[in-house]
């Protein structure tokens, strides 16, 4: 291998429609594992689902309940890559580091900033109705 090629993990697939319904099967995979192992993704699709539910059946535009939704989404997105990075951190090492820290910190600071984007969405959009 020469200095600029990277290397490719043995787990890559590497095309075809079989990677597509395979990449399906692996993201079922992990809404079950958000679902089994972490409580914050329950809590927040707990509020999701009835969020949803509540911005159909709301007397706004088509493009407000869009971004009602998407707002409420984007903070269970945010909590999926939030994990992702805490179960890299602790399969690299359990022990204390600061890096660790930060690196958990920081994804909990943007599932926060999500959340606080999810709460601005929904006041501006409810304010009219109030």
Not at 1 to 24: C, L, N, T, W
Not at 100 to 112: F, Q, T
Request: charged share 20%; aromatic share 10%.
């Amino acid at each position: 291998m020469s200095e600029h090629e990277q290397p490719i993990s043995e787990f890559k697939s590497k095309s075809g429609i079989k990677r597509v319904f395979s990449a399906f099967f692996y993201s079922i995979d992990g809404f079950r594992a958000a679902w089994r192992y972490e409580h914050a993704f329950r809590q927040e699709l707990m509020i999701a689902i009835p969020g949803v539910i509540l911005a159909l059946l709301l007397p706004v535009s088509r493009l407000e309940k869009l971004a009602l939704i998407a707002s409420l989404v984007l903070v269970l997105i945010v909590e999926l890559l939030n994990s992702a990075i805490e179960a890299v951190v602790d399969r690299v090492s359990l022990d204390r580091h600061s890096l660790s820290k930060n690196a958990k910190d920081l994804g909990s600071a943007a599932v926060m900033l999500s959340f606080a984007l999810a709460l601005a969405t929904w006041c501006v959009v409810l304010y009219p109705l109030v």
